[in-house]
């Protein structure tokens, strides 16, 4: 049997139970923790028979990896990790979807935060490299609140060959967040009509070059003052409303 993994925080627990509870093997609880939020989270978890341990603080924290788990702790059956192949099966189920592309977010709290946006704006997977990139940690999840049970999360060899591949094969527009002399201000750029991946750059360097050359075209997001950059996970956010907000007009 693979190694269970950890999830923790009331969200991500609840999310998970509501979502997928056959995948839970054990919730552990702090032990003399008595509240509605904890109660809601033992409601959902007693008509799958799921055992429940009360246990003692330092246990949860070992087991969440931080002390911030809020009081409980599941243990949990791990999924398989999505490829290629899932993208490419989403794509032909999904033809007009909205993905996300990550390239190089190593902070799983960014990567939490982004995919708690992607999920609220019908994003319906996250892209990241398999390598120099955040993975769907303890922490990723937490901070995610329930979003990584709703949206696919994806790793890939290489991110530019699978913007390359999805171009060629299925049509999807890819659009790259950066400052550039032929970046379009974020709200002229049309995110209707076929599927379409948001690509945002990591916190430091931005999209590599390489990645670049697959972008069909660039947007800014228009910023007052001297303001030049946003955290990924902000500037996220606004690029995936604007896009929600254009397909959901039309």
């Known amino acids: 049997m693979a190694k269970p993994e950890y999830y923790y925080g009331?969200?991500?627990?609840?999310?998970l139970l509501e979502l997928e509870p056959e995948r839970v093997l054990t919730l552990f609880t702090l032990k003399g923790r008595d509240d509605q939020r904890l109660k809601r989270v033992l409601e959902l978890a007693e008509p799958f028979g799921i055992s429940v341990q009360q246990t003692g603080r330092d246990r949860l924290e070992k087991m969440a990896g931080l002390p911030f788990h809020q009081g409980v702790v599941a243990a949990v059956?791990?999924?398989?990790i999505l490829n290629e192949k899932d993208l490419e099966a989403l794509l032909k189920q999904s033809p007009n979807c909205l993905l996300l592309g990550l390239d190089q977010v190593t902070d799983p709290h960014?990567?939490?935060a982004c995919i708690r946006t992607a999920a609220a704006m019908g994003v319906e997977a996250v892209i990241v490299p398999r390598d120099r990139s955040a993975s769907l940690t303890p922490?990723?999840?937490?901070?995610a609140a329930g979003g990584a049970e709703k949206v696919k999360f994806i790793q890939v060899t290489n991110l530019a060959r699978t913007l390359a591949q999805i171009k060629d094969e299925f049509n999807?527009?890819?659009v790259g967040t950066m400052l550039d002399e032929k970046a379009l201000p974020l709200q002229q750029f049309d995110f209707t009509g076929t599927a379409v991946c948001v690509v945002m750059g990591a916190e430091d360097t931005g999209l590599r070059p390489i990645t670049q050359s697959q972008c069909d075209q660039t947007v800014y997001i228009p910023m007052a003052g001297n303001l030049q950059s946003l955290n990924v996970s902000v500037a996220t956010g606004m690029a995936l409303y604007e896009a929600c907000r254009q397909r959901q007009s039309v």
């Open 10 to 15: 009331v969200h991500s627990v609840e999310s």
């Open 77 to 80: 059956r791990p999924n398989p």
């Open 110 to 112: 960014n990567l939490g």
């Open 139 to 143: 922490t990723a999840r937490k901070v």
């Open 172 to 174: 999807v527009r890819v």
